[in-house]
């Protein structure tokens, strides 16, 4: 059997998981997408008392604004998830947890942590692909009108995310001299390319679900670890945070990459 008929095997098998679950992947893809902040949002409500005080210490800004701040997260994250996974103005939840991202990124120093960054950065593409996902439910009425296609923000909101989530895998590479973490970081690379150029998207972004769900549940498995250790609520918290990443590449499997890639040039030749 050649490359090519491998290749084309491959996205049969991504074709057919995608006429089987096209009806709830969607709904799937948004609950791990909005889980981070679900657990988040929570976590603010059971280690009130806890946040409070590290954001007073760091900042030096009072019990006030340090517990205003608690607050804002709480009811700002729990409030989005509600509205995106009820389908109730999304757009205005994602703008929401855009600002929660951006203010945690500064709260807690992210901002100079290149790896929480990036990550951060992963989990804004996911929220992008939500935005596109809820502008084509909202302007279906010029789905016949070629002219608008292309000049969509939608299409670059779709090409955004892509590229923001590939971010995430980035901080997976591992380097070292070993066979195997050399095979995984040349294997990755060439997935996040392609889920980044929007080629073979669909297969790419399938196989990295389950490379990167492979990776969360073998070295993020907090349920191990006992629950007042810190290295509990760490990878409690890496967790779902990649869990989220799940969520914006199961988006791409279900939206496909969009205008702007090489998938949708290639109808064109």
């Not at 902040?37 to 806890?50: C, K, S």
């Not at 005080?53 to 604004?65: K, Q, V």
């Not at 590939?166 to 195997?180: E, K, P, S």
Request: glycine share 10%; charged share 15%.
């Amino acid at each position: 059997m050649g490359q090519n008929d491998l290749m084309g095997t491959a996205e049969d098998v991504a074709d057919q998981f995608l006429r089987v679950t096209k009806q709830y992947l969607p709904h799937v893809a948004r609950l791990c997408l909005i889980s981070t902040f679900l657990e988040d949002g929570v976590r603010m409500w059971f280690q009130w008392g806890e946040q409070r005080d590290y954001i007073d210490t760091t900042w030096g800004c009072g019990y006030a604004l340090a517990s205003a701040f608690v607050l804002l997260n709480l009811l700002g994250q729990l409030t989005g998830c509600i509205l995106v996974l009820s389908r109730n103005l999304v757009q205005y939840a994602c703008f929401g947890l855009f600002g929660i991202i951006a203010l945690q990124t500064i709260a807690y120093s992210i901002l100079w942590d290149l790896k929480f960054l990036m990550r951060n950065l992963a989990l804004g593409g996911g929220l992008l692909l939500l935005l596109a996902e809820s502008r084509s439910e909202g302007k279906s009425m010029f789905a016949g009108v070629p002219s608008m296609r292309e000049s969509s923000p939608r299409q670059y909101m779709q090409l955004g995310g892509r590229v923001l989530l590939v971010l995430m895998f980035l901080t997976l590479l591992h380097f070292d001299a070993g066979f195997f973490s050399i095979l995984q970081n040349i294997v990755g690379t060439a997935l996040m390319i392609l889920v980044a150029i929007g080629f073979k998207t669909k297969l790419a972004a399938l196989t990295l679900v389950v490379w990167l769900f492979a990776i969360n549940v073998y070295f993020n498995a907090f349920w191990t670890i006992p629950v007042y250790k810190p290295m509990h609520d760490f990878l409690k918290y890496d967790f779902f945070q990649t869990m989220s990443v799940i969520g914006g590449l199961l988006l791409v499997v279900a939206l496909g990459p969009g205008g702007v890639s090489m998938d949708e040039k290639k109808k064109e030749w």
